[in-house]
């Protein structure tokens, strides 16, 4: 069954899956105060992304094994983007 949230999930899945963003950034661009609008949070408890700390660079946000399991599910596989581990 397709939550209602899938397509937002999708979409920050998918813009973290092209290139790690920083943190902050991720935060500034989906974070929410709407209780019924959790995509951040959601995928996270799903495991489609992971925060990962650089030595030097910070903290950034990717994509994980399971995020892009789900883009290609969704059609939305990144053939072209980079990997990040």
Known sequence: MQ???DP???DLVEWVAREP???ADV???WRT???R???WEEANERGFVERRTTAGAGVFVVATEAG???L???GRGLANSSRAG
């Open 3 to 5: 939550s209602t949230l």
């Open 72 to 74: 290609a599910a969704q």
């Open 33 to 35: 105060s709407c209780p």
């Open 8 to 10: 937002l999930v999708r």
């Open 27 to 29: 935060l500034d661009a």
């Open 37 to 39: 609008l959790t995509v």
């Open 68 to 70: 892009r399991a789900f």
């Open 21 to 23: 963003r920083s943190y």
